[in-house]
């Protein structure tokens, strides 16, 4: 069964730093597209930022400059750094991902759990 692990997530203080990690597991062919989204309470997922298998990425404009995505493929593995943090970026995380399960399969998308990243002012 494939699953999404997000770690990283926590308690940080306004100008802090954390950098979130999000481990795809389980029987893949091929992993496409990953990204991070952030859901606020009493709002919808929201993209945050976004990295292609040929590793262009893609980020939402009230993160740029602040966050960086990246991917380390041979891990199966998504990250995001974020840096300056502020109290408006307080929300569940969450990771997504486009796989392939088996050779010629349907790309599916799959989500994490999310994990919680809190900013004190």
């Known amino acids: 069964q494939v699953q999404l692990v997000e770690s990283g997530g926590g308690l940080v203080q306004a100008g802090g730093s954390l950098r979130l990690s999000c481990v795809a597991s389980?029987?893949?062919?091929?992993?496409?597209?990953l990204g991070w989204y952030r859901q606020f309470p009493g709002k919808q997922r929201e993209l945050v930022a976004s990295?292609?298998?040929?590793?262009?990425?893609n980020y939402a404009d009230s993160v740029k400059g602040r966050f960086t995505i990246s991917r380390a493929n041979a891990k199966n593995t998504v990250y995001l750094q974020m840096n300056s943090l502020q109290p408006e970026d307080t929300a569940v995380y969450y990771c997504?991902?486009?796989?392939?399960?088996?050779?010629?399969?349907?790309?599916?998308?799959?989500w994490g759990r999310g994990t919680q990243v809190t900013v004190s002012s």
């Open positions: 389980g029987s893949i062919f091929s992993v496409r597209g």
């Open positions: 997504n991902a486009q796989l392939q399960l088996t050779i010629g399969a349907t790309i599916g998308v799959y």
């Open positions: 990295v292609t298998s040929t590793g262009s990425t």
